[in-house]
């Protein structure tokens, strides 16, 4: 168990066990080189679809970790990989906005794409089904996992956590969802907080217009607003934290790749 030195918690409240599942942290090779990265998957499954995990603005903590077992639990290949490595540790900051801007805005989407795209063929290379590629993310990743459903064509759906819609975290992100939403590869989930004052609903009804104008991925995506819950409401090492919406969130999450998959 770890401890945020931002949330000032310890990591985590909900522990997955890994008993039948094979899981660790390892060496990701990607195109400069290696990152830190974590896999979980059933003991002796083949071909289980993939499933990548996109960290939270924190990057690939215990969370993050315990979510890739909750997924193997389920029959799947889940993946994360520590997407920040390049540019620093955030585990160095604690105060959010300093994070931001010393690394979070220094990290550019055609990175995380490219290590991201590393993630699913790794996970394919070692008996993971790639063929049935889904993607999740949260907060930081919720807002990545919109953009690698336009990116990637061999990815069949997405759930995306409370992640920006029509904002980045810094220059380098020239797109955002809003931009893409009409050409995704496949269908989104996407699962927001009508209480998160990042993401205004305002933001969330323009991502819906321009879902409805898009392709068939784009018209089949939905998404769904919990009135009562704040940002990252399933994360349930912080405060934010509402167990009844994560629930129902992740019960959601779990039918939209099964239908998908």
């Given at each position: 168990?770890?401890?945020?030195?931002?949330?000032?918690?310890?990591?985590?409240?909900?522990?997955?066990?890994?008993?039948?599942?094979?899981?660790?942290?390892?060496?990701?090779?990607?195109?400069?080189?290696?990152?830190?990265?974590?896999?979980?998957?059933?003991?002796?499954q083949a071909?289980?679809?993939?499933?990548?995990?996109?960290?939270?603005?924190?990057?690939?903590?215990?969370?993050?970790?315990?979510?890739?077992?909750?997924?193997?639990?389920?029959?799947?290949?889940?993946?994360?990989?520590?997407?920040?490595?390049?540019?620093?540790?955030?585990?160095?900051?604690?105060?959010?906005?300093?994070?931001?801007?010393?690394?979070?805005?220094?990290?550019?989407?055609?990175?995380?794409?490219?290590?991201?795209?590393?993630?699913?063929?790794?996970?394919?290379?070692?008996?993971?089904?790639?063929?049935?590629?889904?993607?999740?993310?949260?907060?930081?990743?919720?807002?990545?996992?919109?953009?690698?459903?336009?990116?990637?064509?061999?990815?069949?759906?997405?759930?995306?956590?409370?992640?920006?819609?029509?904002?980045?975290?810094?220059?380098?992100?020239?797109?955002?969802p809003v931009?893409?939403?009409?050409?995704?590869?496949?269908?989104?989930?996407?699962?927001?907080?009508?209480?998160?004052?990042?993401?205004?609903?305002?933001?969330?009804?323009?991502?819906?217009?321009?879902?409805?104008?898009?392709?068939?991925?784009?018209?089949?995506?939905?998404?769904?607003?919990?009135?009562?819950?704040?940002h990252a409401?399933?994360?349930?090492?912080?405060?934010?934290?509402?167990?009844?919406?994560?629930?129902?969130?992740?019960?959601?999450?779990?039918?939209?790749?099964?239908?998908?998959?």
């Open positions: 168990m770890s401890f945020s030195p931002i949330t000032g918690q310890a990591e985590t409240t909900i522990h997955t066990p890994a008993e039948g599942l094979d899981e660790g942290s390892f060496k990701l090779p990607t195109f400069d080189g290696t990152i830190d990265a974590y896999y979980a998957r059933p003991k002796n071909n289980a679809p993939v499933v990548l995990v996109i960290q939270e603005i924190f990057g690939l903590h215990e969370h993050i970790r315990d979510v890739c077992r909750r997924f193997a639990n389920e029959g799947y290949f889940a993946v994360s990989a520590e997407l920040y490595q390049r540019q620093g540790d955030p585990n160095a900051y604690s105060a959010i906005p300093d994070l931001v801007a010393n690394i979070v805005s220094k990290v550019s989407d055609e990175q995380v794409l490219a290590d991201l795209d590393a993630c699913a063929k790794w996970a394919g290379e070692r008996g993971g089904d790639a063929s049935r590629l889904g993607v999740t993310g949260f907060c930081w990743g919720g807002r990545l996992t919109w953009m690698y459903m336009e990116h990637n064509p061999a990815a069949k759906a997405g759930v995306a956590w409370y992640g920006k819609l029509a904002t980045g975290h810094g220059p380098l992100q020239k797109r955002n931009d893409v939403a009409q050409t995704l590869k496949g269908p989104v989930l996407g699962l927001y907080g009508g209480q998160d004052a990042s993401i205004p609903l305002d933001d969330v009804r323009r991502m819906e217009a321009e879902l409805a104008k898009g392709n068939e991925a784009a018209r089949a995506s939905r998404i769904v607003v919990y009135p009562d819950s704040g409401f399933y994360a349930d090492y912080r405060p934010s934290y509402r167990e009844a919406d994560a629930k129902v969130g992740w019960a959601k999450a779990l039918e939209w790749f099964k239908t998908h998959l």
